[in-house]
């Protein structure tokens, strides 16, 4: 399976790792090199320095054609263009998103992008483990409503593959 | 008319001024306080100092109600993403982007904003008009981008000089409305025969483009 990963930080990093240690191909951008010394250092994929909103940069570093594409960045925004760039233009078969703004999460699950809520999901770990009432607000959303079909297609319903620890193409 | 403009620059700031000047009600959003601050000195209160992106402050500065939004940040990510959630979580008629990575304007396009205003393309636009090309013009882009007015420069060598636009297959979609010649704008006639040093202006889609200019020009090479 081809993963793309755009954000080397921490979950970047240790989503990259493990992918790499299950036998997937991997490829990592990050506009930051420094941020590859969160890589093993016996990390296979490739890293690659640049803007992943950059259609350009994302061809260049072999994102097309992914099977996964994960838009991890601090910022909502970022990954939310290169999420609809790598469904749109570039074939990807799945993605999710992190878009840490809940309600920004809601809106584009309705236009049919995975989405991850680092917000929710951390206020509701916290509530759960001190007993309090949960936010009430999805953390992982799927895809809900579609707008495009091709991202209908591309994302079907859960947001993270089944198939991830386990390799099954080369 | 009630424009949302996102963005205080320098774009945004002149944009509420003038739309103020002509009556409209306008609301500009911009996150920087010290700057939301200053744009309030000189505007009054039109301001409200938040993120344009966050879905709660979009609504809070009336998206709901807004006939238009205009996002005109110097960023296309923030941008793509208030015309977005103007578009499918307000309801907003009408949307407006700056872009400024000319190979975001298709994904702009595709995604839903309905209008998109690029910079980097127009000043590309007008060197282009300065050099003697072999390739069709833009002059302007109509209907969010679907369509365009273009120029063709015919050449010794272009395939519909000595010919009328009767003689040629213009593509579906498309129609070629006025020829300048010797400096001089001309309705296009039926019996008008091309020559070299004719410019031709056409309307079509942009689809349209390489037919025409295989039909005016010659194939491009």
Known sequence: ?170 | MFVLVVGGGKVGYYLAKELIESGHEVVLMEKDRGRAEQIADELGSIVVAHDGCEGRYLGEAGANRADIVTAVTGDDEDNLVICQMAKHHFDVRRTIARVNNPRNEALFRHLGVDEIISPTRMVLGSIEQDIPVHELLHLAALGGGELEIIEAHLQVDSPAVGRTPGDLTIPEGCSLFAVVRDGNPLPLRPDHVFRTGDKVIAIGRTECEELLHEQLIGSSS
């Open chain 1, 1 to 170: 399976m081809k993963t793309v990963i755009v954000g080397c930080g921490r979950v970047g990093a240790v989503l990259a790792d493990t992918l790499d240690r299950a036998g997937h191909e991997v490829i990592v951008v990050d506009t930051s090199t420094a941020a590859f010394d969160r890589l093993p250092a016996s990390f296979g994929g490739n890293a690659v320095r640049g803007d992943g909103t950059d259609e350009g940069v994302l061809r260049r570093a072999g994102a097309a054609d992914a099977d996964l594409f994960l838009a991890l960045t601090e910022g909502d925004n970022r990954n939310v263009i290169m999420a609809q760039l790598a469904t749109e233009e570039l074939g990807a078969r799945r993605i999710v998103a992190k878009v840490n703004d809940p309600v920004r999460a809601a809106a584009y699950a309705d236009l049919g992008l995975a989405t991850i809520c680092r917000t929710t999901l951390m206020a509701d770990a916290i509530a759960g483990f001190l007993g309090l009432p949960m936010s009430g607000m999805p953390s992982v959303l799927p895809p809900g409503d579609l707008h495009h079909a091709r991202a209908h297609r591309a994302s079907d319903d859960a947001p993270v593959p089944p198939d991830a620890a386990a390799p099954q193409e080369a």
